[in-house]
C-alpha cells in the first residue's frame, strides 16, 4: 500500500448537486430494493413498517405463505390496516372489517355480502421478496418504472463453509447516509470504538482504494484494531467494503489467521430524519469457534457506539464537499458523495440486465 500521506484527497471538479442530500425531494430514491426488517418476525399478525416515509403494513396470509406487503391504509376510510388481523388466510381491516387475500384483492365486505364491489376497493400492493433471511421491498410503482437494480448481491449467504448469523434491527435517529457514510469510515474506528475493538493508540489507516463498480462502489483498507467478537488482542482488519446502492453495505473482513467475517448491512431510510439497520454477519468459522452469542455481544455494543456519536451530528447529510473538511482518510466518505450526487443528478446508470 502506498503512503496515505502522498496521495491528493479528491477529485478537484466542482460539486454540480445540491448541498444538502433530502430523500424526499428525489423520487429515484423510491426505485431501490430496501430491508424492511427480518422475515422471521412476520407472521400472519400485520406489522408496520416506513420506508421513504410511506408507511406499510406486511403480513402472511397463513404462516408459510410468502410475506404480502401493501400501503398501510384502507381504501375505505383509511384505517391503518397494521392495526387489522388475518382470519382465514384475509387481511381484516380493523375499521369496519374488509377483507383482502395475499394480492390485495377485495374478498369480503362484511356489511353487504354478495353485493357488487366498489371500484378501487383492493390494496395498493408494494413488490416484495424474502432474501438473506429478510424482507425486501421496493415502492417504485410500474408508472414510475419500477425497480431500477436488483437486491444486493451476497455470495457467501448459503455457501458451502460459511455460516449464517441474523442480528438485529437497529433504529437510528440520524439520515441513512450518516449510517452508511460511517460504515465505510475507517478513521472513525480508533475513536468511536476505543472501549470495544478500537485500538486508540494505532489510530493510522492506510490507504483505501476506491473503485466504481456497477453497484456503487467497493473500497480495500486496512485497520489494525484491539481485538474481535469474543476475543481480546491487536489484529489487523483487511476489508473489502462494498456499497450497493443507495445505502447497504457489504463488509468482508479477512483476518491474518485466514477467518472470513462478512457483515451485511442493510440499510433502510425510515424518512428523511431516521434510518433502520437490519444486520445479519456471515462467518467461516463455527458455532463451536466462536458463540454467535458473542457476536451478538459484540455488535450490539459496537452499534451502540456508533449510534450514539451519529445522533449528536447535525440531522441533515451534507453533499457538497465544500461544507466540511477532508483528510486523506476520508477517500471513501467523497467517492461515496460523489456517486449520491451522480445518483440525484441522474448522471448514474443503472448496471445492464
Ligand atoms: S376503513 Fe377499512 S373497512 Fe372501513
Ligand atoms: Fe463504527
Known amino acids: 500500500m502506498t503512503s496515505i500521506a502522498d496521495r491528493p484527497v479528491g477529485r478537484a471538479t466542482r460539486h454540480a448537486g445540491p448541498d444538502h442530500l433530502v430523500l424526499s425531494e428525489h423520487p429515484v430514491f423510491r426505485r431501490f430494493w430496501y430491508a424492511t426488517g427480518f422475515a422471521a418476525a412476520v407472521d400472519t399478525g400485520p406489522v408496520k413498517r416506513t420506508v421513504l416515509g410511506v408507511d406499510l403494513v406486511l403480513w402472511r396470509p397463513e404462516s408459510t405463505a410468502p410475506v404480502s406487503v401493501a400501503l398501510d391504509r384502507c381504501a375505505h376510510r383509511d384505517a391503518p390496516l397494521s392495526r387489522g388481523w388475518v382470519a382465514d388466510c384475509h387481511l381484516v381491516c380493523p375499521y369496519h372489517g374488509w377483507e383482502w387475500d395475499a394480492d390485495g384483492r377485495t374478498q369480503r365486505i362484511p356489511q353487504t355480502p354478495g353485493a357488487p364491489l366498489p371500484t378501487k376497493s383492493g390494496l395498493t400492493m408494494v413488490a416484495s421478496q424474502e432474501r438473506y433471511g429478510m424482507?425486501?421491498?421496493?415502492?417504485?410503482?410500474?408508472?414510475?418504472?419500477?425497480?431500477?437494480?436488483?437486491?444486493?448481491?451476497?455470495?457467501?449467504?448459503?455457501?458451502?463453509?460459511?455460516?449464517?448469523?441474523?442480528?438485529?434491527?437497529?433504529?437510528?435517529?440520524?439520515?441513512?447516509?450518516?449510517?452508511?457514510?460511517?460504515?465505510?469510515?475507517?478513521?472513525?474506528?480508533?475513536?468511536?470504538?476505543?472501549?470495544?475493538?478500537?485500538?486508540?493508540?494505532?489510530?493510522?489507516?492506510?490507504?483505501?482504494?476506491?473503485?466504481?463498480?456497477?453497484?456503487?462502489?467497493?473500497?480495500?483498507?486496512?485497520?489494525?484494531?484491539?481485538?474481535?467478537?469474543?476475543?481480546?488482542?491487536?489484529?489487523?482488519?483487511?476489508?473489502?467494503?462494498?456499497?450497493?446502492?443507495?445505502?447497504?453495505?457489504?463488509?468482508?473482513?479477512?483476518?491474518?489467521?485466514?477467518?472470513?467475517?462478512?457483515?451485511?448491512?442493510?440499510?433502510?431510510?425510515?424518512?428523511?430524519?431516521?434510518?433502520?439497520?437490519?444486520?445479519?454477519?456471515?462467518?467461516?468459522?463455527?458455532?463451536?469457534?466462536?458463540?454467535?452469542?458473542?457476536?451478538?455481544?459484540?455488535?450490539?455494543?459496537?452499534?451502540?457506539?456508533?449510534?450514539d456519536l451519529l445522533e449528536s451530528l447535525p440531522a441533515d447529510f451534507p453533499l457538497a464537499p465544500h461544507l466540511n473538511a477532508h483528510a486523506a482518510a476520508d477517500r471513501n466518505s467523497l467517492a461515496i458523495r460523489r456517486l449520491w450526487t451522480d445518483l440525484v443528478t441522474g448522471r448514474w446508470t443503472p448496471p445492464a440486465g
Not at 460511517?182 to 480508533?190: E, I, T
Not at 467494503?241 to 462478512?262: K, M, N, R, W
Open 135 to 307: 424482507v425486501w421491498v421496493c415502492l417504485a410503482t410500474e408508472a414510475e418504472g419500477g425497480p431500477i437494480t436488483g437486491v444486493p448481491e451476497v455470495p457467501q449467504y448459503g455457501a458451502p463453509g460459511w455460516r449464517a448469523v441474523p442480528e438485529y434491527e437497529w433504529p437510528f435517529a440520524c439520515t441513512a447516509m450518516h449510517l452508511l457514510e460511517n460504515n465505510l469510515d475507517p478513521g472513525h474506528v480508533a475513536f468511536v470504538h476505543r472501549n470495544t475493538f478500537g485500538d486508540i493508540d494505532r489510530p493510522e489507516v492506510t490507504d483505501t482504494v476506491v473503485t466504481r463498480e456497477p453497484y456503487g462502489l467497493s473500497s480495500y483498507g486496512e485497520i489494525p484494531v484491539g481485538g474481535r467478537p469474543g476475543e481480546v488482542g491487536t489484529t489487523l482488519r483487511c476489508t473489502v467494503s462494498q456499497l450497493h446502492l443507495p445505502f447497504s453495505a457489504h463488509i468482508h473482513i479477512t483476518y491474518p489467521d485466514g477467518l472470513q467475517h462478512v457483515m451485511v448491512k442493510a440499510i433502510t431510510p425510515v424518512d428523511d430524519r431516521t434510518c433502520l439497520l437490519t444486520q445479519t454477519v456471515l462467518r467461516t468459522d463455527t458455532e463451536a469457534d466462536r458463540p454467535a452469542a458473542d457476536i451478538l455481544a459484540f455488535d450490539d455494543e459496537v452499534e451502540a457506539e456508533d449510534r
